[in-house]
């Protein structure tokens, strides 16, 4: 059985993680999407004592408003949960998939995804979340902790879904490229798609040809192509000239693209790049 996992806090990037995991469980032929939601803290159920916070002059009447006040902004968010989770499973099975699972979780997103994981063949989400600041570019926290923590590929959604004709691998010779390498040319997500495949600088030792031999025995056309200059702007302008659609990259290599910290090619790139990106690690 073929599971995709996808991720939602009902943010801007909610539409598009559902439509993307659409896009994927068609091409993997998917048994089941699994939406997960998760509230990071049990909001209003755990009581808050907050008369340490108050002073022992606050009033009981006072102390019991803002418990109840709590306590609704909880049962809130648990229905905004439902409504969101709801909508979920009307998009993607108006995107053609025929099993939808929900999940709503109170917790760490990391520890819930690490939960799920067995069995799931790819993971969904969004490059932001709600918490996100969009008017200077930052990425979303969990995105962060999920792709360092999760053994799966990640793909991370754009803003919005566009058609995918052909993709980009970045690629410079270290095990979480080779790994992305093997399981483009081993599995059906990419199959039958245009091939870019780049390296920027000379590793050597023949690291794009290496990396384009199961490639093309895996019935891929390949463009390769060797990139000069910093990795960012490089592999940037490539996916701008080439109309890249999807791009495919480790999270952590050995050479100039690296881990993904902040700072990192591999965060600037999912930070300025308006197409999906699949990460492994």
Do not use: N
């Not at 499973?89 to 917790?107: F, Y």
């Not at 792709?147 to 970045?170: E, G, M, Q």
């Amino acid at each position: 059985m073929t599971r995709i996992l996808a991720c939602t806090d009902g943010s801007l990037y909610a539409g598009s993680v559902y439509d993307h995991a659409a896009w994927a469980a068609g091409r993997m032929k998917a048994d089941t999407v699994q939406v997960l939601h998760v509230l990071e803290r049990a909001v209003g159920d755990v009581p808050v004592d907050r008369s340490g916070t108050l002073g022992f002059d606050a009033s009981e009447e006072l102390l019991a408003e803002l418990a109840a006040l709590d306590a609704a902004r909880g049962k809130v968010a648990l229905r905004r949960a439902r409504a969101l989770l709801a909508d979920a499973e009307r998009r993607l099975r108006a995107g053609g998939v025929a099993d939808v699972e929900t999940t709503q979780r109170h917790g760490a997103l990391v520890d819930t995804v690490a939960e799920f994981e067995p069995g799931a063949d790819l993971l969904v989400i969004g490059k932001r979340g709600e918490a996100a600041d969009f008017a200077r570019g930052h990425l979303g926290a969990s995105l962060e902790r999920v792709v360092r923590a999760s053994r799966l590929p990640v793909l991370v959604a754009a803003r919005a879904f566009r058609p995918i004709t052909r993709f980009l691998i970045a690629h410079d010779g270290g095990p979480a490229a080779l790994k992305a390498v093997d399981y483009v040319a081993r599995e059906p997500l990419l199959k039958g798609l245009e091939c870019h495949l780049v390296t920027v600088g000379a590793p050597g030792g023949g690291v794009l040809d290496q990396a384009a031999a199961p490639l093309r025995s895996a019935g891929f056309e390949v463009t390769a192509r060797t990139l000069e200059g910093d990795p960012e702007k490089a592999i940037g302008a490539h996916v701008g000239e080439a109309g890249i659609d999807l791009l495919v990259m480790g999270a952590y290599g050995h050479s100039r693209i690296r881990t993904l910290l902040i700072g990192s090619t591999t965060t600037a790139l999912l930070r300025a790049c308006r197409i999906p990106v699949i990460v492994f690690r």
